[in-house]
């Protein structure tokens, strides 16, 4: 099984910053099967991300990923409010199955 | 706009089985464009995939869950179903059904709300 692991666990940041949130595969993933999503206290998570670096239907553009291999990326160029929450990556495996990281919480500094 | 909508139990027993359905609205169970999965979050932790169906009732699983997990479709009421079997308190957690968009490169792009489901005596 493919274990991933995000970083930081918390980041603090302010709004208009960017920042960066990390994915690391204890294998090598297939771009292609890489998504992220966020999640907001009480509701369901929210697909942002698919095959990496695609932006799902009606996701600011401040939203990108990036990344290839063992190591992925999310980053958001300039923060706003609405935008601190948790997020999370997934992968969907050759073995048809999915792991997800265990998040990491981006609070208002 | 496709909605899903879990319902059920809210409580279950030890040892018992937790049985859940999801009603899927605005859109076809049965198109070929995508799996309908379960996925579960323990209070304060992180998202664990449980398993999905094809409508044409093909399954996956999550090898940790396999001995314990059923998944079902039903194509004319529109709706998938888990079935959690031999539950214990490890079990409480926020249930989610997802549409798996293949075209998504299998990302999962509609959740439903979500339906709070406890293990206790």
């Known amino acids: 099984e493919i274990v991933l692991t995000q970083s930081p666990g918390t980041l603090s940041l302010s709004p208009g910053e960017r920042a960066t949130l990390s994915c690391r595969a204890s294998?090598?993933?297939?771009?292609?099967?890489l998504a992220w999503y966020q999640q907001k206290p009480g509701q369901a998570p929210r697909l942002l991300i698919y095959g990496a670096s695609s932006r799902a239907t009606g996701i600011p553009d401040r939203f990108s990923g990036s990344g290839s291999g063992t190591d992925f990326t999310l980053t958001i160029s300039r923060l706003e409010p609405e935008d601190f929450a948790v997020y999370y990556c997934?992968?969907?495996?050759?073995?048809?199955?999915?792991?997800f990281g265990q998040g990491t919480k981006l609070e208002i500094k | 706009q496709v909605q899903l909508q879990e319902s059920g139990p809210g409580l279950v027993k030890p040892s018992q089985t937790l049985s859940l359905t999801c009603t899927v609205s605005g859109g076809s169970i049965s198109s070929g464009d995508y799996y309908w999965s379960w996925i579960r979050q323990p209070p304060g932790k992180g998202l664990e995939w449980i398993g999905y169906i094809y409508y044409s009732g093909s399954t996956y699983y999550n090898p940790s869950l396999k001995s314990r997990v059923t998944i079902s479709v039903d194509t004319s009421k529109n709706q998938f179903s888990l079935k959690l079997s031999s539950v214990t308190a490890a079990d409480t957690a926020v249930y989610y059904c997802?549409?798996?968009?293949?075209?998504?490169?299998?990302?999962?792009?509609?959740w439903g709300q979500g339906t709070l489901v406890t293990v206790s005596s």
């Open positions: 294998q090598s993933v297939s771009s292609s099967y």
């Open positions: 997802a549409r798996v968009q293949l075209g998504y490169s299998y990302g999962h792009d509609y």
């Open positions: 997934q992968q969907y495996g050759s073995s048809r199955g999915y792991t």
